[in-house]
């Protein structure tokens, strides 16, 4: 690993940490949707780089756009169950 894929490296786990802290200590954030982040080895336990950038990405959708997103994948899978 070269110097600017470890300065990659540690410059995303270390925005990912801060993100993942902000999510968890923000008291606007309804508690269930906290704890969620803090048991879910997606969120806060998440030590794969590839599921961190993921993750963010995930996090940067809006509710529609998580919603739509889910009902698509939902529907696709009910397509393949149904064969």
Known sequence: MNANTNSLSK?????YEEKIMGLLDN????????????ESPNYYGNQDEENMIETLIWLSHSDKEKKDILDKELEEYKSQVEL
């Open 11 to 15: 410059f995303l786990i270390t925005k």
């Open 27 to 38: 008291q606007e954030t309804d508690i269930y949707l906290r704890e969620h982040y803090a």
